[in-house]
C-alpha cells in the first residue's frame, strides 16, 4: 500500500513541476487557470494546455513503453544488455520514419499518422525477421534472436545511412538527423491516445503475465516443467516489445538507454523477481524521461535539446553507479 | 637482467614520437596574412563555396572559373562548367585540374580539409563572410588578387550606394521586428551575430532574435517562437507554420498574416546579390506600412 501512496504523491510532483518550465514565462495562478477556467482565447493557457501538458504526457508515455519494452525483452533473451535497439526494432523504425521523411516512396505522403505508421510498420517488420531467423525447432532461440538482431540493427543503419546520402537535400539532412535524436518538442495531443491505449491494455496484460515472465528467467526447460507456454509466451513478448517500441518511437524520435537502463533500475531497487516490477518499471521510466525533458527546458530554455541526449547525461552515471553496486544481480 | 629489458622496448616507440612530431600541421592562415602581392594573377580559379562564385561571376571573366560545385546554381551559365565535390572536397579532382587559386568560406569547413588542400601545395584564401562590411573587405580584396581592382572598387561603390539608400528610405518609420527561419521543421532561425542579421538591420528591421545564443544559426522550440512573437516572419507558408505550430495563431504575425516565404538563397550567399536579399526583406516591411 505504500508503494501506491509514493507513487500518488511522485507523479502529480513531477508532472506539476514539468509544467513550470517553457519559454514563456508562468505562474502557479496561469497553470491553475488554464486547468480550472480555461479560455481558449487566451495565449498561456493556450500554451500550457495544448503544448506543455501533451508534452508531458507523451515523455512519460513514452519514457513507460520503452521501459516495459525493454523489461520484457530483457526477460525473453535472459541477458541484461537486452533493450529495444538490439532487436533492430527502434532500427527499423528509423528507417521507416526516414523512408518517409526523405521521399524515398513517392506516394506516401507525410502526414501526422503517416510517420507513426511508418514507424510502427519498420519496427515490427525487423523484429518479425529477427524471429524469423532466430526460429529453431519450433521455438525462438533467445541466442540467436541476440545476434539476429544485432546484425539487421547494423542492417537498418546502414540502409538508413545509405537513403540519407542518396536522398537528402539539406532540409531534409537536417530533419533527418534533428529526428534521430529524438524530441519531444513537436508533442501533440493528436500522438497521445494511441500511444497511451497501447501502453495501457499492454501493461495490463503484462501484469497479468509477471509470475510467467519471472519464471521464464529461469531458463526454457525449467519454465516448460512449471506448466509456462515458453513459445507463446516468447511470441507474445515480441509482438508486445514491437507494438511499444514502434508507438513509441513514431511519438517521440528513438530514445536511448530508457529500455536498457530503467529495468535494471527496478530490479536493483525491488527485486529481480519483484511482485510490482512490470507497473514499477513502467512509471519510473515514465518519471524518468518526464524528469528529463523537465531538466531540459530548465537547463536550456530556449533551445530545442533533442532528449535523446539528456537521458543519456542523466542516465549513465546512474547506471554506472548501479553496477558498481555489490548487490546488483541480473538472475 | 629485468631493468635492461625494461628499457629496451621503449625504444620501439622512439619512431612513432619522431612521426608524431612531424605531422604537426601548419597553422591555419587567416585571409589577411597570406601573401596576396607574392601571387601571379591566377588565372585557373576555384571556389569551394557557391557565394564566392557568384562573386566570381560578376568581378572577373568567366572563363577564369575551373569548376563549380554541385550547390551553385546562380547565375544559370555556371551550370556548364564541370562539378567538384566540396562535401567533402574531392581532393584529387581538383589537383586534376590544377587551378592556381581555391577560395573558401571561414566555417564552411573543416580545418583538416583545408590544411589538406594547402599540403597539397595549392594556393588557398579562406575569407570571412560574417558582416555586410566583410562582403566589402572581401570584394576588394578579391579584386587586388584578381588583378580586377578597378572592377571591384564600383562594385563595393554600387553595393554601398544601393544599401545606403535603402537604410535613407527606412529612417522615418518604425522598425518592425522580425524573424528569418533557415528552416521549418527542424526550426533553425538566423540568431544575432548571423550575417543575416545585417540584413535585417539595413533593410529596416529589427531581428527578433535579441539574445545571443551560442550559435548564429541556433535551433529554437516552439514556445520560444511564440514568445518572441515577432511582427514579420520570413521563411515559410503560413499553412505550413499553422500546420505544425498550431499556437502561432495567437502571435501577431499569423494575425496581421505577415508571414512570406522567399527563397532564402538570396539572403544567404554573401555576395553582391545581398542587395536583392536587402531590397525583398525592405519591401515586406514596406507592405506593412502601407
Not at chain 1, 519498420?122 to 529453431?136: E, I, K, P, Q
Not at chain 1, 503484462?206 to 506448466?227: E, F, K, T
Not at chain 2, 567533402?88 to 579532382?93: G, L, R, T, Y
Request: hydrophobic residues 50%.
Amino acid at each position: 500500500m505504500s508503494r501506491v501512496l509514493v507513487w500518488i504523491l511522485i507523479i502529480p510532483v513531477v508532472f506539476f513541476i514539468g509544467l513550470q518550465f517553457g519559454s514563456i514565462h508562468t505562474n502557479g495562478t496561469d497553470i491553475w487557470k488554464a486547468l480550472f477556467n480555461f479560455s481558449s482565447s487566451d495565449t498561456t493557457s493556450y500554451v500550457i494546455v495544448n503544448l506543455r501538458i501533451p508534452r508531458i504526457l507523451a515523455a512519460f508515455l513514452t519514457g513507460g513503453a520503452l521501459a516495459l519494452s525493454g523489461y520484457l525483452l530483457q526477460s525473453l533473451v535472459n541477458n541484461p544488455l537486452a533493450d529495444p535497439y538490439i532487436l533492430g526494432t527502434a532500427s527499423g523504425a528509423s528507417l521507416g520514419v526516414n523512408i518517409s521523411f526523405l521521399g524515398v516512396i513517392p506516394w506516401l505522403a507525410e502526414s501526422v499518422f503517416s510517420t507513426s505508421i511508418a514507424a510502427f510498420v519498420g519496427a515490427l517488420g525487423v523484429t518479425l525477421l529477427a524471429v524469423f531467423v532466430a526460429y529453431d525447432k519450433g521455438s525462438i532461440n533467445p541466442s540467436r534472436l541476440l545476434l539476429a538482431g544485432v546484425a539487421l540493427s547494423s542492417l537498418m543503419v546502414a540502409i538508413t545511412s545509405f537513403l540519407i546520402f542518396v536522398f537528402s537535400s539539406d532540409n531534409k539532412l537536417k530533419k533527418v538527423i534533428f529526428w534521430s535524436m529524438g524530441s519531444i518538442d513537436a508533442a501533440a495531443w493528436n500522438k497521445i491516445p494511441l500511444l497511451a491505449i497501447t501502453l495501457f491494455v499492454l501493461g495490463i496484460i503484462a501484469v497479468l503475465l509477471r509470475p510467467q515472465l519471472s519464471i521464464l528467467m529461469l531458463g526454457a526447460p525449467r519454465a516448460q516443467n512449471l506448466g509456462v507456454n515458453v513459445v507463446k509466451l516468447r511470441w507474445l513478448i515480441l509482438i508486445f516489445s514491437a507494438l511499444l517500441t514502434g508507438m513509441a518511437v513514431a511519438v517521440s524520435g528513438p530514445i536511448g538507454f530508457i529500455g536498457l537502463i530503467v529495468p535494471h533500475f527496478v530490479r536493483a531497487l525491488f527485486g529481480v523477481h519483484g511482485k510490482y516490477n512490470i507497473t514499477d518499471t513502467i512509471l519510473t521510466g515514465g518519471i524518468f524521461l518526464t524528469v528529463c525533458d523537465t531538466s531540459s527546458k530548465w537547463l536550456f530554455p530556449d533551445i530545442a535539446l533533442p532528449i535523446g541526449i539528456i537521458t543519456s547525461f542523466l542516465g549513465i552515471p546512474f547506471f554506472v553507479y548501479l553496477l558498481t553496486k555489490r548487490n546488483f544481480r541480473f538472475n | 637482467m629485468m631493468e635492461r629489458g625494461r628499457f629496451y622496448y621503449l625504444a620501439f616507440f622512439a619512431p612513432m614520437l619522431i612521426l608524431a612530431c612531424c605531422s604537426k600541421l601548419p597553422e591555419k592562415e587567416s585571409s589577411s596574412s597570406l601573401h596576396i602581392d607574392s601571387l601571379k594573377t591566377p588565372q585557373k580559379i576555384f571556389s569551394l563555396t557557391p557565394s564566392i562564385n557568384e562573386i566570381l561571376y560578376d568581378l572577373i571573366d568567366e572563363d577564369r572559373i575551373l569548376a563549380r560545385t554541385p550547390y551553385d546554381s546562380f547565375p544559370t551559365s555556371i551550370l556548364s562548367k564541370p562539378v567538384i565535390n566540396n562535401f567533402p572536397p574531392d581532393f584529387e579532382k581538383i589537383v586534376s585540374y590544377s587551378p592556381d587559386l581555391i577560395l573558401a568560406k571561414e566555417g564552411m569547413f573543416n580545418k583538416d580539409d583545408l590544411d589538406r588542400i594547402k599540403l597539397l601545395g595549392l594556393p588557398l584564401i579562406v575569407q570571412r563572410y560574417e558582416s555586410l562590411v566583410d562582403i566589402y573587405t572581401n570584394l576588394q580584396d578579391l579584386g587586388k588578387i584578381l588583378d580586377c581592382q578597378s572592377k571591384a572598387d564600383s562594385m563595393v561603390k554600387a553595393l554601398k550606394y544601393q544599401v545606403q539608400s535603402i537604410q535613407k528610405s527606412t529612417i522615418n518609420h518604425e522598425k518592425p521586428t522580425v524573424l528569418i527561419l533557415i528552416s521549418l521543421e527542424p526550426l533553425y532561425v538566423y540568431g544575432k551575430n548571423s550575417f543575416v542579421n545585417d540584413l535585417i538591420d539595413v533593410a529596416g528591421g529589427k531581428n527578433a532574435m535579441t539574445e545571443l545564443l551560442s550559435s548564429p544559426y541556433p535551433m529554437i522550440n516552439r514556445e520560444f517562437l511564440l514568445k518572441l512573437d515577432p511582427d514579420i516572419i520570413i521563411g515559410t507558408d503560413i499553412s505550413e507554420l499553422i500546420k505544425n505550430f498550431p499556437e502561432m495563431n495567437f502571435s501577431k504575425s499569423v494575425k496581421n498574416k505577415k508571414v512570406y516565404n522567399i527563397n532564402t538563397d538570396v539572403l544567404s550567399r554573401p555576395g553582391p546579390r545581398v542587395i536583392e536579399g536587402i531590397a525583398r526583406i525592405n519591401k515586406i516591411i514596406h507592405a506593412g506600412n502601407e
